[in-house]
């Protein structure tokens, strides 16, 4: 991805002399990621084991690691060559971060930091090291540039989606009555595994009238005329994958085919409008009109997220996010609509904003009727 | 685990008193889930969208989500009971937490936090919210308390292990020379997943001389000879399992054969010494002594962790760690030898300290010789 990084370090390099500021610090394993193209796999679940990459006005970025992932870091051979690191419970991963930057000079004193991720005892730290730094947020720097896709990023995007749509597929290919939720659900995280998912993130299963989200599955045994929804984020190459699919057991009953409809016409005029120039709040409110005009209901904070190396990134699809859609946008849109009498309806499209309009990448299952399980 | 709860909040009221604070808050997924016992899956993946448990000195505990999570919390009937809800990019959930501490009384004006886990963004927001408050980092006290199982949770913990043992041995029984890592990676997710498992975490894979530590599956196609060594990582309701085991395709050489020996008599020395009374920092030193008397090499900055609904609990078995062990807790030992000719070597132990001495708790695959696939 030469070019995603040719792009990130002008971005950051403009970054800092808009905010004339020495340092860039990011540390969450999302912005380590893109930024190193190094997928450390502990890093989300020992937080305590800071890994930071450090861009300089002046000098080529460092990666500071933990000696424990050392070996294999090097033998990635990444295109950040100067690697510092600090061994676990010797040296604080602060004290080498504060190290990093008076070595490189602190001329204008000031850092910009992920203050949206670093830790309140990890900052304290920090103040006490460099007390004569200031310290600002980069989160929205960040955001900003991660959230235009290269081609290869947009390829990769589609790939995990369509792979996670393959799984779901295959999944319920295989369900039928008497299933328990927990079963379906051990199904469909073997389909993801082995299709070349390299770790499965969250699953959550919502079964009968599926009107409730981030629900886990249960011992409840799926029954005819049940309706089910399976959402499933994992990540693939160090990009996520986050879709969920709408189904129900046995042929849809005359009030379930209805709804179904209904709630399709809406998604799709929602898709329509998902386009250049458009406002993500603007989204929210065509989706709460659709919905409404449809008869249903509909009451999410949000229904949609931008999706890369991390899983909720920007734009966020809700009535906060004001700043219009610009190309090679990825997200997700996943809106749920409520028929109070017959459930909860939902499909999640990953989307590609081009300038000659959107591009679902999700497009593995057809979804233009509602999935009928045992047919 | 109504015992647990009981012990939980008398560990919290004489914490709250010692420290003459009014309240506790914790919001790491690990300390949420332990205290409120309800595990909501995307707390990790989506970490500005905060969850809280509130404790205060003369109330019952609060807990504080956002709306999307509402049903599935309240569906699973917790046993706290005062639960507030925030509409995600609507409220705050600091200002959320602001209200609660404000409406319970702050007489001492001291709140205890987990400083390690809130970020700094937020934290300069609740010090806005609460210019008058002083806040404590709360994460050495629940560090404390989780560090001792209850027998719920060790059965837990056995089972989690045992399974991630069979997962890998049902792996290496289906290896054969010629599959890639990758391949190999994919059927030990999946057999984790159809095992039971709710989330995959992390899978590490090494082979050849199996050196390295936290290296990815890569193209890399196993041969005669070579030695394998999976880590896999994941969570079963609410609580982790971390394995990794050894193996060799087929029979070793008399140099591999001879150095897994010593590793494994190494390893059975140290485990000897982890009873009650003997310090975490000793046992390190136990097992760099042992290693160099076998001939082997040990950097690893730490040898074992604690384990629970947190993947890194307390104990550390790492030189900073200088309390002495006490009954019921259970951590993991997993120290690598490497004999520089022949390979690293290592196994992964689920160790529970009784009074009567140390309970191997991982148990289900026999690790007395090295694994031979294909045998």
Redo the contacts between chains.
Sequence with gaps: MGKKIERLQQMIAKALEKHDADSLVVMSPENVFYTSEI????H?????RLVLVVFHQQAPPTHII????E??VR?EEGWIKDIRVY????TSPIQMLADVLKEKGLANHKVLIE??????????ELCRTLPNCA?E?C?PIMDRIKQQKTDEEVLLLQENARIIERALLETYQVTKPGDSE?DV???A??NL??L?????????LCSGKT???????GDHRLQEGDMLRIDM?GTRRGYRGDLFRQAVLGEPNPAQFNAYQRYFDALNSILEKTVVGARPCDLYETCKREFKSVQLEM????IGHGIGAG??EHP?I???DKKPIIANMVFNIEPIGVDPMVGGFGQELTVHVTEDGPKVLSDYMDISNLYIIGS
Tied chains: 1, 2.
Excluded: M
């Design positions: 997928f450390i796999l502990s989300r679940w020992i937080p305590q933990c000696n424990i992932q070996g294999f033998s061994v676990e419970f010797v203050k949206t991720h670093l830790n309140t005892a990890y900052y304290e310290f947020d989160t927990r659900a051990a199904t995280i073997s595994a082995a070349g998912y390299d770790t499965v993130d969250i699953l959550t009107i409730f989200t981030n629900t886990k599955p984020i009451d999410l904070p949000h899983l909720h966020s809700s009535p906060l």
